[in-house]
C-alpha cells in the first residue's frame, strides 16, 4: 500500500513539472514538495524514527555532495563569464554557417565529457552557446544536443558519467576495457541525432558578431585555461586522493576565488564586485539547484522504500536477455535517476554471474549513461541544461525526445553488431 501511494505521488509530481508552463506553478516547488512528501510516507510508514532519521541524512550527504559540485561547476563558469574568458573560444570560431557550428560544438561536448564530466560539460557547453547565438530558438535545439552529447561522451569514460564511474570502482568494469568497447556505440549515440540536426540547420547562417575579432584583455585568457584547468583537475584530484568529486570542486572554486581576487585587486570597487565570486554566486539559478534536490529527495526516497529494487527485480524474472534488459534500464533511467538504478542491479547482480568486463555491465554503463537523454530530466547534464536555458519539458519531449531515442537505439545496436562480431 505504502509504494503505492508513493509512486502515486511521484507521478503526479511528475506531471505537474511536465506542464509546470501551463500550471504556471515553477517545477522546483513542486519537486521539493514531492521529495519531503515522498519521504514523510517513510517516516510513518517505512521504518523506526531513528532508523528513518539515519537514512536521510545518508541520502542528504550524497545529494549535497551532488549539489555542491554543481554549484561549484557553475560559479567558476560564470566566474570565467564575467571575465569575458569565453571570448577566446568564440573569437577562435570564425565558422557562420549553423550546421559547422553544430558540429563543432558536439565534437567538443563529446570529448570534454569525457575528460570533465557529462555534468560539467554541459554547463560549460550551454554557457558557450548562450554566447555564440543570439535566437532563443536556435539556443534551444544546439543546448539540447550538448545534453544529448555530453551523455553520450560520458558513458564511454570512466570519469565522464558517474554511473560508468560507480561500475569502475564497484569492479565490475576496468577502465580501458570500458573506454575499448563504448567509445564507438558512444560516438553512434551522439553522431545520429547530429546528422538529424544538421539537415534542420542545412544552409542556415548564424546572425551576430561571430568571426569578427576583438581585441582579448590577457586577464580573460588568465580566467579562462584557470577554469579549464581547475575543472580537468578535479576527476585527476578525485583518482589521487579518492575524495569524492565535491570535493576537489569546491578546492578549484577556492583557488579560482583566489585567483580572481588577485586579478581585479586593482579595479575600482564597483566592477570588482561585479567579477567577483560573491556576485557570480548571485546570478546562478538558484532554483535549478533546489529543483534537483527535490528530483534526487524523491528517488532517494523511491529506493529506501524498495520500489527501485522490486521494480528491478520483477523485470529481471520476466526478462532473461541481458541486451533487453540493458535496454529497459536506459530507457527506465529516462525517467528514474539512473545512480540508484545502477545501484540497484549492481546489487541484484553478483560478480559470480557476471564477472568483470562481462559485456552485460559494458551494457548497462552505455544504456544508463546515454538513455537518459530522451527526456529533458532523465539526466544530471538535462537538469542542469533545464535550469539555466529554461527549457520547457513538453518542448523538448515533442522536439528532442524522439531523436534522442534514435540515437540511443543506434548505438545500443552499434554495441551489440560489435559484441557479435568480435566475440
Avoid at 554557457?127 to 558513458?155: P, Q, Y
Amino acid at each position: 500500500m505504502i509504494s503505492i501511494i508513493v509512486l502515486t505521488i511521484f507521478i503526479v509530481g511528475y506531471a505537474a513539472i511536465a506542464f509546470e508552463h501551463q500550471l504556471m506553478i515553477d517545477k522546483a516547488a513542486t519537486a521539493l514538495i514531492v521529495g519531503v512528501l515522498c519521504w514523510l510516507m517513510f517516516f510513518i510508514y517505512g521504518a523506526p524514527l531513528d532508523i528513518a532519521e539515519g537514512r536521510l541524512t545518508h541520502h542528504l550527504g550524497e545529494i549535497a555532495s551532488i549539489l555542491f559540485f554543481l554549484l561549484g561547476a557553475m560559479t567558476i563558469v560564470e566566474i570565467v563569464d564575467s571575465h569575458n574568458g569565453f571570448k577566446f573560444i568564440t573569437d577562435s570560431i570564425q565558422t557562420k554557417s549553423k550546421t559547422t557550428l553544430l558540429v563543432i560544438v558536439t565534437v567538443l561536448t563529446f570529448f570534454l565529457s569525457a575528460l570533465l564530466d557529462n555534468l560539467t560539460t554541459a554547463i560549460v557547453m550551454t554557457s558557450l552557446c548562450g554566447k555564440l547565438l543570439t535566437h532563443r530558438e536556435d539556443k534551444l535545439w544546439f543546448v539540447s544536443m550538448v545534453v544529448i552529447s555530453a551523455n553520450a561522451g560520458g558513458a564511454w569514460s570512466p570519469l565522464g558519467d558517474v554511473t560508468t564511474t560507480m561500475l569502475w570502482i564497484g569492479g565490475q568494469v576496468t577502465a580501458l576495457n570500458i573506454i575499448k568497447n563504448t567509445f564507438l556505440p558512444s560516438l553512434v549515440v551522439a553522431a545520429v541525432p547530429l546528422i538529424i540536426l544538421m539537415k534542420k540547420f542545412k544552409g542556415q547562417n548564424i546572425d551576430g558578431n561571430i568571426g569578427q575579432r576583438v581585441k582579448i584583455k590577457k586577464e580573460s585568457n588568465i580566467m579562462l585555461f584557470t577554469g579549464i584547468g581547475l575543472l580537468l583537475f578535479v576527476p585527476a584530484f578525485k583518482t589521487v586522493t579518492h575524495m569524492p568529486p565535491f570535493m576537489g570542486m569546491l578546492l578549484a572554486l577556492g583557488i579560482m576565488w583566489y585567483v580572481s581576487s588577485m586579478l581585479d585587486q586593482d579595479k575600482e570597487e564597483e566592477e570588482r564586485y561585479k567579477l567577483s565570486v560573491t556576485y557570480a554566486l548571485h546570478k546562478i539559478d538558484s532554483s535549478s539547484i533546489l529543483f534537483f534536490l527535490g528530483i534526487l529527495l524523491s528517488i532517494s526516497a523511491l529506493q529506501e522504500l524498495g520500489i527501485l529494487p522490486q521494480l528491478a527485480a520483477i523485470t529481471r524474472e520476466h526478462i532473461q536477455n541481458e541486451y533487453l534488459l540493458g535496454t529497459l534500464m536506459g530507457l527506465f533511467s529516462a525517467i528514474i535517476d539512473n545512480v540508484p538504478l545502477v545501484a540497484a542491479v549492481q546489487g541484484m547482480f553478483s560478480m559470480d554471474l557476471y564477472p568483470t568486463d562481462h559485456f552485460f555491465w559494458e551494457f548497462v554503463a552505455l544504456s544508463s549513461g546515454t538513455g537518459g537523454s530522451t527526456i529533458i530530466i532523465g539526466s544530471a547534464a538535462g537538469i542542469a541544461v533545464m535550469g539555466i536555458e529554461k527549457i520547457n519539458f513538453i518542448w523538448y519531449l515533442k522536439n528532442i525526445s524522439w531523436i534522442a531515442l534514435v540515437g540511443f537505439l543506434s548505438g545500443l545496436g552499434t554495441y551489440i553488431l560489435q559484441h557479435s562480431l568480435l566475440n
